[in-house]
T-cell receptor, first 111, second 114 residues
Framework: GESVGLHLPTLSVQEGDNSIINCAYSNSASDYFIWYKQESGKGPQFIIDIRSNMDKRQGQRVTVLLNKTVKHLSLQIAATQPGDSAVYFCAENRGYSTLTFGKGTMLLVSP | GAGVSQSPSNKVTEKGKDVELRCDPISGHTALYWYRQSLGQGLEFLIYFQGNSAPDKSGLPSDRFSAERTGGSVSTLTIQRTQQEDSAVYLC????????????FGDGTRLSIL
């Protein structure tokens, strides 16, 4: 079946670097995408979302890019900090359906 | 509080026992979801309540799993005759009942079946 997945299971960066976490989706009918951050022992925390009528959306230190041509989603974190260390999930949604999650990428930030 | 609240935060029980997990959604959120997360895995959808409509139970793994939502607010997920494979973190989320709204999660209940 169609699903959302991630390219890299673990990403290690130095503090201050920019981080890019990637996600591939296969369902062309998906029209809404979300990035979540999950710290150990916590539930997923909403970071940023984007609708399919947009290519880019920026938040505080984060940018989400959507390439519908190749069904690719990325999360860019500027000036990565140790507090950004967590597992990051992308999720897709169609209309009122439930979210479909990828398996996650662990981001490790070294001081 | 302002967020989704789940209880208990941890539950250890013996195989074969029944368990109840509780979720208090964000006030005003009429959509409520239950997910299961196994160690190092993504989130597996279990059940979805949308307003007064019949719930979407398509993700429940067996008839040992059931959920209800009373008064359109608090929800309880019940697992009967627990098995060791039921060990996981059970997460609840809520959202506004409109198209393309982010789901907001609680911190989950970590269930361990001995």
């Amino acid at each position: 079946g169609e699903s959302v997945g991630l390219h890299l299971p673990t990403l290690s960066v130095q503090e201050g670097d920019n981080s890019i976490i990637n996600c591939a989706y296969s369902n062309s009918a998906s029209d809404y995408f979300i990035w979540y951050k999950q710290e150990s022992g916590k539930g997923p925390q909403f970071i940023i979302d984007i609708r399919s009528n947009m290519d880019k959306r920026q938040g505080q230190r984060v940018t989400v890019l959507l390439n519908k041509t190749v069904k690719h989603l990325s999360l860019q974190i500027a000036a990565t900090q140790p507090g950004d260390s967590a597992v990051y999930f992308c999720a897709e949604n169609r209309g009122y359906s439930t979210l479909t999650f990828g398996k996650g990428t662990m981001l490790l930030v070294s001081p | 509080g302002a967020g989704v609240s789940q209880s208990p935060s941890n539950k250890v029980t013996e195989k074969g026992k029944d368990v109840e997990l509780r979720c208090d959604p964000i006030s005003g959120h009429t959509a409520l979801y239950w997910y299961r997360q196994s160690l190092g895995q993504g989130l597996e959808f279990l059940i979805y309540f949308q307003g007064n409509s019949a719930p979407d139970k398509s993700g429940l793994p067996s008839d040992r799993f059931s959920a209800e939502r009373t008064g359109g607010s608090v929800s309880t997920l019940t697992i009967q005759r627990t098995q060791q494979e039921d060990s996981a973190v059970y997460l609840c989320a809520s959202s506004l009942d409109r198209r393309n709204q982010p789901q907001h999660f609680g911190d989950g209940t970590r269930l361990s079946i001995l």
